[in-house]
């Protein structure tokens, strides 16, 4: 990989045109899946020139699961004019934590949380169906990023150059803009796993949010919510590192994402072992009953000290996940990436329609939403020790 090399012949070999004089900033958008696409709808409604390319080949890679947003994200989507009933399709908000004992639930209490329920599925569909032909480039895995005759210069793995005006990492927590642009922040494994799974078919009286802590133990929980077709869980339990590679094929800080496929018996067995050991019956028998199974490492990153990186002749950005993945138990991945992304587009529309200092502009939007990541980053580990799991 490289990063703002003085000039790219390579470009000139595969017939990219120079970028001279242009007239809308080209924003070219690395990642489509959540903070991707509702950055490039925000842009695309602004009135900007916007690519997506998305590294999978179509666009909707991952199995992913359950995901809250608080109503700063759902008003990003209202504005989008995406109807909330198309990506909520159980608009309880009721949390209610049950603390379990020997294996009962023993107490509960209840709140309201501050948003809706939606799932990665219905989340990226709603937003990937609405980017019009030509916008999302599948198949397209960016490796670099040099210049070209002065203009930031992005490399595609299949040997393709396109030049561009502004960057916008929304690459995921395996961010190759991460890499490039702020490469010594590492990730780091916090020594737990989020067990997940989707039961098929309907778990009757279930409507809410649910949270099982068993007491006294420490290290273990589970949540569990309705889904379309029926109900998606969360099993934390701990792991070393060595036991993850073992489980799932590769270490946590390569594996980041476990696939249905990547889960062996190992994994399921110590996953059904822990349900039978602390939970009520009732749950140990939905977990146990579960096929589709995946799983994420719970991982820490050092804390980002920017979010924007001038290059020669345009700028970079990176939001979402790939500024800072955040532990699950905080519930504002997803969050911070569409309210970083509509933070982006207002300081954009500021420069292009206003005249607004494009540097100015950004190093505003940077000083606004770093503080929101950096205390998402610092909670994790608040909340994780908060269930019982010691820092790793
Ligand atoms: C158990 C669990 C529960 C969660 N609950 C919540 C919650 O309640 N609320 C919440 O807000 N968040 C939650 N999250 C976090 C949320 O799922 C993520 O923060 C969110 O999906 C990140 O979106 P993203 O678009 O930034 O990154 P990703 O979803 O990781 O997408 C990155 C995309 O970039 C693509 N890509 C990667 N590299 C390249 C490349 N080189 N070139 C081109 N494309 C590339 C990938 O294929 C992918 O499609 C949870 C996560 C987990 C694991």
Same mark, same amino acid.
């Given at each position: 990989?490289?990063?703002?090399?003085?000039?790219?012949?390579?470009?000139?070999?595969?017939?990219?045109?120079?970028?001279?004089?242009?007239?809308?900033?080209?924003?070219?958008?690395?990642?489509?899946?959540?903070?991707?696409?509702?950055?490039?709808?925000?842009?695309?409604?602004?009135?900007?020139?916007?690519?997506?390319?998305?590294?999978?080949?179509?666009?909707?890679?991952?199995?992913?699961?359950?995901?809250?947003?608080?109503?700063?994200?759902?008003?990003?989507?209202?504005?989008?004019?995406?109807?909330?009933?198309?990506?909520?399709?159980?608009?309880?908000?009721?949390?209610?934590?049950?603390?379990?004992?020997?294996?009962?639930?023993?107490?509960?209490?209840?709140?309201?949380?501050?948003?809706?329920?939606?799932?990665?599925?219905?989340?990226? %569909?709603?937003?990937? *169906? $609405? #980017?019009? =032909?030509?916008?999302? &480039?599948? +198949? /397209?895995?960016?490796?670099?990023?040099? @210049?070209?005759?002065?203009?930031?210069?992005?490399?595609?793995?299949?040997?393709?150059?396109?030049?561009?005006?502004?960057?916008?990492?929304?690459?995921?927590?395996?961010?190759?803009?991460?890499?490039?642009?702020?490469?010594?922040?590492?990730?780091?494994?916090?020594?737990?796993?989020?067990?997940?799974?989707?039961?098929?078919?309907?778990?009757?009286?279930?409507?809410?949010?649910?949270?099982?802590?068993?007491?006294?133990?420490?290290?273990?929980?589970?949540?569990?919510?309705?889904?379309?077709?029926?109900?998606?869980?969360?099993?934390?339990?701990?792991?070393?590192?060595?036991?993850?590679?073992?489980?799932?094929? %590769?270490?946590?800080? *390569? $594996? #980041?994402? =476990?696939?249905?496929? &990547?889960? +062996? /018996?190992?994994?399921?067995?110590?996953? @059904?072992?822990?349900?039978?050991?602390?939970?009520?019956?009732?749950?140990?028998?939905?977990?146990?009953?579960?096929?589709?199974?995946?799983?994420?490492?719970?991982?820490?990153?050092?804390?980002?000290?920017?979010?924007?990186?001038?290059?020669?002749?345009?700028?970079?950005?990176?939001?979402?996940?790939?500024?800072?993945?955040?532990?699950?138990?905080?519930?504002?991945?997803?969050?911070?990436?569409?309210?970083?992304?509509?933070?982006?587009?207002?300081?954009?529309?500021?420069?292009?329609?206003?005249?607004?200092?494009?540097?100015?502009?950004?190093?505003?939007?940077?000083?606004?939403?770093?503080?929101?990541?950096? %205390?998402?980053?610092?909670?994790?580990?608040?909340?994780?020790?908060?269930?019982?799991? /010691?820092?790793?």
């Amino acid at each position: 990989m490289s990063h703002t090399a003085p000039s790219d012949p390579a470009a000139a070999a595969t017939g990219t045109p120079p970028p001279s004089a242009v007239s809308r900033p080209r924003v070219a958008i690395v990642g489509g899946s959540v903070t991707g696409p509702a950055a490039a709808l925000l842009l695309l409604h602004a009135g900007f020139d916007v690519s997506v390319y998305e590294a999978a080949g179509d666009s909707a890679p991952q199995g992913g699961g359950l995901i809250g947003l608080e109503h700063a994200s759902l008003d990003v989507l209202d504005q989008l004019g995406i109807e909330q009933s198309e990506f909520v399709k159980y608009d309880s908000e009721v949390v209610a934590h049950i603390a379990v004992r020997e294996r009962r639930p023993a107490r509960a209490r209840r709140h309201r949380y501050a948003g809706r329920n939606t799932t990665w599925p219905l989340l990226h %569909a709603a937003l990937a *169906r $609405r #980017l019009p =032909a030509g916008v999302l &480039h599948t +198949g /397209a895995t960016v490796t670099g990023l040099s @210049d070209y005759h002065g203009q930031p210069l992005l490399h595609f793995a299949d040997g393709q150059r396109r030049p561009v005006d502004l960057v916008v990492f929304a690459d995921g927590r395996a961010s190759v803009g991460r890499q490039l642009l702020d490469g010594g922040r590492r990730l780091r494994y916090a020594g737990y796993v989020a067990h997940r799974g989707q039961v098929a078919g309907p778990v009757s009286g279930l409507r809410d949010f649910l949270r099982f802590q068993p007491v006294p133990e420490a290290g273990v929980q589970l949540t569990v919510a309705p889904i379309p077709g029926g109900a998606d869980w969360t099993f934390y339990l701990g792991a070393t590192a060595a036991q993850y590679t073992r489980w799932f094929g %590769a270490p946590p800080t *390569r $594996r #980041l994402f =476990a696939l249905p496929h &990547h889960v +062996g /018996a190992a994994a399921r067995a110590r996953v @059904d072992e822990a349900a039978r050991r602390y939970l009520p019956e009732p749950q140990a028998t939905l977990v146990a009953g579960t096929t589709d199974r995946m799983a994420a490492p719970v991982m820490d990153i050092d804390p980002p000290t920017r979010m924007v990186w001038p290059l020669r002749g345009g700028h970079a950005v990176l939001l979402g996940d790939a500024l800072a993945p955040v532990r699950p138990h905080t519930a504002r991945g997803a969050n911070n990436g569409i309210e970083q992304a509509a933070g982006l587009v207002a300081a954009l529309t500021q420069h292009r329609k206003y005249g607004a200092d494009l540097a100015t502009a950004l190093e505003g939007w940077q000083r606004r939403h770093l503080p929101a990541a950096l %205390a998402a980053v610092a909670a994790g580990p608040v909340l994780g020790r908060h269930i019982g799991f /010691a820092d790793a």
